[in-house]
């Protein structure tokens, strides 16, 4: 909601106050990268009023072509970060608009467009989203390696040494996380050598991808300070685990704040304290489950995560499979233990989480709608099922490509109907592009493979 003059003075002066000069309204492209224009502080009542300008044409994903009118971003001044590291500058996530109107192309626009349909119903979303990154070196021949040579075990997760060893950067990200207000509550050396974690509280699913847009940033930010690189990248190296950004979602009733996912484990049939909203919700999900993947896990390099065993002495634990269960680490919908929610484990660093997000609620809405049902939880390792037993059950592989992703994508006309034709062409565009470039690259493992053999 726009705010009055008087209002926006009072922001102006409570930022110049804590030594706030900039303010930069940020939005962001159809990768979820962040985008924008930095305006000094005594301009902040024109920025907010969208005298910030932008050539779509400029920008992936924007949906303009070079001869149209300009889009401009309104900052939401209500979800304020002051820089930690650079304490002039204040980052405002932004709404895109188009002649005064909310731009559909936005994926925030995007989102709000879903959870006002969610609101019709009575409902609205909270979303935690689980970090990982892996804080890296990089070489003179452009490679990454593990900065900590001690940092080798082969099982590392939970490693308390190689935790310790990268405090400085850690201790960096923690305080601030907290200091923003965020609620840190976790976080820890993962599954991989190089790789951390940080879990803090669940919010509303704007505010959640907002701070997750911004971490991003702030971690790359702290490990340049280190003269390391932080990376999100789903699959940085083909024999360790990947970075996930598991989705951890469920609605609440937005006259008394309860969640309505969540009920006693005694009260539910199968025993995992999920009410029948939660689990239509969830068969939402899984019915349109291959075609969100390409939302979820939106690169090339995403599909290099989600495999069945990699070249790996245990398991993956990345989903492939389009199923939910119980606390099994086996699906690509997961109930935690307690329940009241449900997390999407296909989702990954890369993910631009307002698109996810709007997906996932969209599909899950329309499970409500529907009175779907998911069928029984799947309790078994998936991973060691035969192709039989998968069949019987009616468990289909997620994509296992970029480019079956995006076929997924492109086939469900329930995207079209969530994200509008022209949103949903863009993303088609623009991931086909990037599978082609990919596909015709001739990459050193093909050099080294074929070069002498033939």
């Known amino acids: 909601m726009m705010k009055n003059s008087e209002e926006i003075q009072k922001i102006q002066q409570d930022l110049m106050a804590k030594g706030v000069k900039y303010c930069m309204g940020v939005y962001v492209d159809i990768h ?22 932008y050539t779509g044409y400029a920008l992936d994903g924007l949906g303009q072509a070079p001869n149209d009118d300009e889009i401009a971003s309104v900052p939401d001044l209500d979800h304020i970060i002051q820089l930690p590291w650079q304490p002039e500058v204040a980052w405002m996530p932004a709404d895109n608009t188009f002649k005064g109107e909310p731009y559909p192309l936005n994926t925030r626009v995007a989102l709000k467009n879903v959870l006002a349909e969610a609101e019709k119903m009575g409902f609205g979303m909270n979303l935690g989203i689980e970090a990982e990154l892996f ?4 070489n003179e021949d452009g490679s990454l390696s593990i900065p900590n040579p001690d940092d080798k075990l082969t099982k590392p997760c939970y490693d308390t040494r190689g935790f310790l060893d990268q405090f400085e950067w850690l201790d960096k990200m923690a305080t601030s996380i907290d200091d923003l207000g965020w609620d840190l509550y976790s976080f820890d050396h993962e599954d991989a050598n190089g790789q951390y974690e940080f879990d803090f509280m669940y919010a509303d699913a704007v505010t959640t991808c907002d701070r ?15 003269d390391l690189l932080a990376t999100f990248m789903p699959k940085p190296f083909s024999n360790k685990t990947g970075n996930g950004a598991h989705f951890n979602m469920s609605l609440y009733d937005l006259d008394t704040g309860e969640n309505v996912f969540k009920c006693d484990p005694k009260d539910d049939p199968n025993g995992l304290g999920i009410t029948p909203i939660g689990y239509q919700f969830i068969a939402g999900i899984i019915k349109h489950g291959r075609a969100l993947c390409a939302a979820f896990a939106p690169t090339v390099n995403s599909y290099k995560r989600l495999v069945r065993q990699g070249d790996m002495p245990y398991f993956t634990w990345a989903p492939v499979f389009n199923s939910f269960g119980s606390n099994n680490r086996t699906n690509s919908i997961r109930v935690p233990m307690g329940g009241g929610r449900c997390e999407s484990r296909n989702a990954d660093g890369a993910v631009n989480p307002y698109l996810a997000a709007t997906l996932a609620l969209a599909a899950g809405l329309e499970g409500i709608r529907e009175g779907l049902d998911p069928g029984k939880p799947q309790d078994d390792n998936l991973y060691e099922l035969s192709e039989a037993e998968r069949r019987d059950r009616g468990i289909e592989f997620l994509p296992r490509t970029l480019a079956e992703a995006v076929e997924a994508f492109a086939a469900d006309p329930f995207v079209t109907a969530t994200l509008g034709k022209e949103l949903r062409d863009e993303f088609i565009k623009y991931k086909t592009e990037e599978w082609n470039e990919y596909h015709t690259t001739v990459s050193a493992w093909e050099i080294e493979k074929y070069g002498h053999l033939f």
């Open 135 to 138: 804080v890296l070196k990089k």
């Open 32 to 53: 979820g990268i962040p985008k924008g224009k930095v305006v000094p502080i005594s301009h902040l009542e024109h920025m907010a009023h969208g005298s910030e300008l």
């Open 212 to 226: 997750f847009t911004f971490l991003r940033l702030m971690a790359k930010e702290y490990a340049k300070q280190e």
